[in-house]
């Protein structure tokens, strides 16, 4: 199952909760209980493995 990075717009709170993918998003604080909460997303790492992706490496 997913894991999804939540944040409270009220109290700042931060949480993670593992959901499937057909759960609905947590839209209800569990800290404060107001209706503020919204998915925190953040960028992929990608990491390049093997030849070719530098400027250094030699053309074949």
Do not use: L, W
């Amino acid at each position: 199952m997913p894991t999804y990075h939540y944040r409270c717009k009220n109290c700042n709170y931060d949480f993670t909760e593992q959901q499937s993918f057909s759960d609905d998003p947590i839209t209800v604080c569990p800290k404060c209980g107001e209706e503020q909460v919204r998915k925190v997303y953040s960028a992929v790492p990608i990491e390049f493995k093997g030849s070719g992706f530098y400027r250094t490496d030699k053309s074949k």
